[in-house]
Nanobody
């Protein structure tokens, strides 16, 4: 099992930047993919970005590509999500997740989840 904890959320204005962090512990050696999801009020949890834990390959949803950057510091077991040019639609609870499988696009691909961190973007 992998334990995950997100941090770095907060209240910002449209156009601002924010960096989220996710600290992983436990059976990290089995992790193939780490990802970020978000869930806005009244909506389903949606995929944001993912990264190959060993090789570092990245993938983004169309809604955040060009604005968000996912990265990881493997020796420290930390994953980051750099969020730039934030929009009102980015307001959501952001979750980090881990999976031993090479697939990453849907919620069911992941086995471990953090508790989430709130990101609120205001005008």
């Amino acid at each position: 099992q992998v334990q995950l904890e997100e941090s770095g959320g907060g209240l910002v204005q449209v156009g601002d930047s924010l960096r989220l962090s996710c600290v992983a512990s436990g059976q990290i050696f089995n992790t193939a993919v780490m990802g970020w999801f978000r869930q806005a009020p009244g909506k389903e949890r949606e995929f944001v970005a993912a990264i190959g834990w060993r090789g570092g390959s990245t993938y983004y949803s169309a809604s955040v590509k060009g604005r968000f950057t996912i990265s990881r510091d493997s020796p420290k077991n930390i994953m980051y999500l750099q969020m730039d040019t934030l929009k009102l639609e980015d307001t959501a609870v952001y979750y980090c997740a881990a999976s031993p499988r090479p697939t990453f696009i849907v919620v069911s691909d992941y086995e471990s989840w953090g508790q989430g961190t709130q990101v609120t973007v205001s005008s």
